[in-house]
């Protein structure tokens, strides 16, 4: 992000956060009147409006809602920003995130951003306007708008899900290119060499299965067929999708999918048409959830330590929240895979 896309980074309690009286300098009006432009703007003239709202934009602030309402700057509120609840993937790393916050006596507030035409600019300006104690957010990937009024408001802030070296504040995750690398490896040395990948169209997904059809042509294995589901995945999908990679691209002998739910549709297909899996194809999925290991046959997947990423969130949010320093701001919790029946 270049310098002029947002201001200059700040500490992340206290004086760190942008102030109505920063706003009402750089419009070079009285903060009483930027506070009227900002609460009651038909009572300013269109020029004052005009100059606080390029200044609001400039610096990324957001009105503190609760502002007056409170005697102590702790909400002991936190808020999480997760693509969907409809899947089970995030489902674990909320619950550990709400009960680890809850051992500390502060409380989990949730938005669903979406995965296509996101709302997490929107979601993010009603957050921020309530001055929670931090936020969580899922992945790294966010609007040029939506990374200055997170850097603008002096909020802890841990990104989850991901993996890079230049996080907005705080990061636990993973990486999804090595997911898809250490999955290439993991069928490679099951003797599979015609490898297939149904997948979701997030762009998290979307890293991996770049990642997987890269290792598989540096291994020299053939040209990876690919089929992309929309976001979030579903045993439908999956089952659709297996319907149109026999028909177009039939010689394959492993599938790799990118969610579980993708690879129990795959199974449904192939069982429905008596297709023998790992027979005819080996399975890979991915999240490990509880069903997979109870499927016949047992499902072979990526396992994310999804409760760890919730815990080691809220630790970073609540040590950050009480003044203590956090030395170590990105945590790479790693991935496994757990090979059963299916590969």
Known sequence: ?????????????????????????????????ASRALNSPTQVSPEVLRKVSEAVA???????????????????????????????????????????????GYQLMLGQSGYADSREDALLEAIIGRRPDGIVLTGILHSTEGRRRLLAAGIPVVETWDLTPTPLDMLVGFSHTEVGRAVVDFLRGRGRRRLAVVAGDDERSRRRHQAFCDAARDAGLPEVPLMHVPAPTTLGSGRRALAELLASAPGFDAVFCSSDLLALGVMTEAQARGIAVPDRFAVVGFGDLEFAADLHPALSTVRIDSAAIGRQA??????RAEGREVAERVVDIGFSIVGRASA
């Not at 102030?19 to 009285?30: P, R």
């Open 1 to 33: 992000m270049n310098a002029e896309a947002a201001p200059a980074r700040r500490s992340r309690r206290g004086s760190g956060a942008v102030t109505l009286h920063d706003v009402a300098k750089l419009a070079g009006v009285a903060p009483i009147t």
């Open 58 to 104: 400039r610096t990324g602030y957001v009105r503190n809602v609760m502002a007056g309402g409170l005697a102590s700057t702790r909400s002991r509120l936190v808020a999480a920003v997760v693509p969907t609840i409809a899947g089970p993937v995030f489902l674990q790393t909320v619950q550990s995130l709400t009960d680890a916050l809850a051992e500390q």
């Open 314 to 319: 809220a630790r970073f949010i609540v040590d």
